[in-house]
């Protein structure tokens, strides 16, 4: 299950949009499993089928997380043809079992569909999201 | 020549747990052949079969990018600082 707060549901689902029709990435850091604090991250391919964080950028952005006692508690991805759903690449690149893998579609204008997942080696179990007002 | 080396969550299960530990080796890869005697099997999970460092795996030295220092053949110093941290990718 991931409890998620609504204004970070919707400033991932904003950042999807965005970037559209090119792939959005980025993370959500928190303490203790809590979604706190939505990194927008550079997808550094640019491409509508396929997201890289940027190498340094990463690097900055996880010794911050260090230094501060948090952990990627979310990495987010938008697919903007296909369904919210994990691809191949998605599950054989996944490194972090603690992380809820969220994934929101922008192929619909109108309705953006988010759903999250556990990646664990090679193995994708979704989970319910909740999202919680504020 | 004593390097620290940043040691990622997903790699941990070769270093007992440790986040950081000690090696050494006058470029990079002397330096991952130096932790895979210690730490066996950790090599495989940083170098593809043919020898070239893994298109998914970052490794920074003093927070460069190693892949603009010589990729595997980038040399390292006394006191240098190297973390290793798995790509976030997908498609």
């Not at chain 1, 939505?38 to 997808?43: F, G, K, T």
């Amino acid at each position: 299950m991931l409890r998620l707060p609504a204004d970070i549901h919707d400033k991932i689902v904003a950042h999807a949009r965005r970037d559209h029709p090119d792939e959005a990435c980025g993370v959500v850091a928190g303490c203790g499993g809590l979604p706190e604090r939505v990194i927008e991250m550079d997808n550094a391919e640019r491409s509508p089928t396929f997201y890289r964080f940027d190498p340094i950028e990463q690097l900055h952005v996880w010794r911050e997380m260090e230094d501060r006692d948090e952990e990627p508690v979310v990495i987010y991805h938008s697919h903007t043809a296909t369904e919210a759903y994990p691809s191949r690449t998605d599950i054989a690149l996944a490194t972090e079992p603690a992380a809820h893998y969220v994934l929101v579609s922008t192929r619909d204008a109108d309705e953006a569909e988010l759903r999250s997942y556990r990646i664990v080696d090679g193995a994708v179990t979704e989970e319910p999201v909740e999202i919680l007002p504020g | 020549m004593a390097v620290q080396v940043r040691i990622p969550t997903i790699l941990r299960s070769y270093t007992g747990g440790e986040k950081a530990v000690s090696g050494s080796g006058g470029t990079l890869a002397e330096l991952i052949d130096d932790l895979d005697g210690r730490y066996d099997g950790i090599k495989a999970r940083l170098v593809t079969d043919d020898g070239s460092l893994h298109r998914f795996v970052n490794v920074y030295v003093n927070d460069e990018d190693v892949r603009f220092l010589g990729s595997l053949s980038a040399p390292l110093a006394d006191g240098d600082d190297v973390t290793i941290l798995p790509a976030v990718a997908g498609g």
